[in-house]
């Protein structure tokens, strides 16, 4: 497939369909359930949908085609910048994909990583909580319609950098719509950047600023500082670059001065969710994401010969 990649005479308005480890240039011809056909110039190529991790489609007004999990994928993640585009047109295709996540003691935010409706929150949103809901907002005929989802699952913790990941098993309940993962290493200081949440309860509120830098130790973990405006109730939330990328996950600001607000990469949270099956929750120790062991019994000493 590499080797198609500098042949033939593709023009200044074609797709990019990329791959696992390779990118494909030309006009998209038609989209197929399990496939997508492509010109590439001088051939025809018919791409199957479990090799592609993205889509950037051309022209002024194209839409970017975010990538999609496929078989054996438990999130998406772009492999490759994506151009930026105008806030207002990304919340809309977002909105859909970010939670209010709330339980008695509180409430937050989060989003969803997959279809099947496992989502992303901070720790301390739902620590020391079990009886958890997410609202969720559906785009039915034109309008956002709420819909409360009480039966959620904990399915991982890690306390030590503050994520949890659930999951909606309420019966009936639909397809979620859900978000792309970015790389946080490669934005640059003083990148847009925007945040959707529920600042002290306000559902699907908007807003912006830029990175103010990658590295912020705080704790002994590092952290993206953005001038984005974080508040309670955004903890747990996305926040996105210009290209609709999932960044980094909000999770504290610093309460006596204003655009002081932090992230946890989204390198973190791969990593998280990659390893989920080590953060596994268990409801005999549900506070803390290790499982201690019991301590050997101490060997008695042989009695010593005289």
């Known amino acids: 497939m590499a080797a198609l990649l500098g042949s033939g005479a593709i023009g200044a308005s074609a797709d990019t369909v990329q791959l696992r480890d390779a990118a494909v240039t030309g006009k998209i011809l038609a989209e197929k359930s ?3 056909v492509v010109d590439v110039g001088f051939t025809v190529l018919q791409i199957p949908r479990s090799a592609i991790t993205g889509i950037s489609r051309s022209g002024p ?34 909105g859909e994909a970010v939670v209010q996540v709330k339980n008695p003691g509180g409430l937050g935010s989060g989003f969803f990583l997959n279809e099947d409706g496992y989502l992303i929150t901070n720790f301390h949103v739902i620590e020391g909580e079990t009886e958890i809901s997410v609202e969720v907002y559906h785009q039915k005929n034109g309008q956002l319609d709420r819909e409360t989802y009480k039966q959620v699952k904990i399915i991982a913790i890690n306390k030590f950098h503050d994520l949890a990941l659930l999951h909606i098993e309420d019966k009936g309940a639909p397809k979620f719509k859900a978000v792309t993962l970015g790389n946080s290493d490669s934005l ?34 590092l952290y993206l500082q953005t001038s984005t405006q974080i508040n309670p109730g955004n903890s747990g939330g996305p926040l996105f670059n210009l290209a ?20 946890i990469p989204v390198e973190l949270v791969k990593s998280f969710l990659d390893h989920r099956d080590a953060f596994a929750y268990s409801t005999d120790n549900p506070n803390t994401p290790f499982r201690y062991l019991e301590p050997p019994s101490r060997t008695k000493s042989a009695p010593v010969e005289k």
């Not at 975010?66 to 994928?73: F, L, N, W």
């Not at 772009?78 to 990304?90: G, N």
């Open 34 to 36: 399990d496939s997508l």
């Open 61 to 94: 007004a194209a839409a970017v085609t975010t990538a999609a999990p496929v078989a054996g994928q438990f999130y998406a993640a772009s492999s490759k910048a994506s151009p930026a585009r105008e806030v207002s047109s990304l919340v809309k295709q977002l």
């Open 188 to 221: 640059n200081v003083g990148e847009g950047v925007f945040a959707i949440g529920s600042p002290l309860g306000l559902e699907r509120t908007v807003t912006q600023g830029i990175i103010s830098t990658k590295t912020r130790q705080l704790e002994g973990n």
């Open 244 to 263: 609709g990328e999932v960044v980094g996950v909000t999770n504290m600001k610093i309460s006596f001065g204003e655009g002081l607000g932090f992230a």
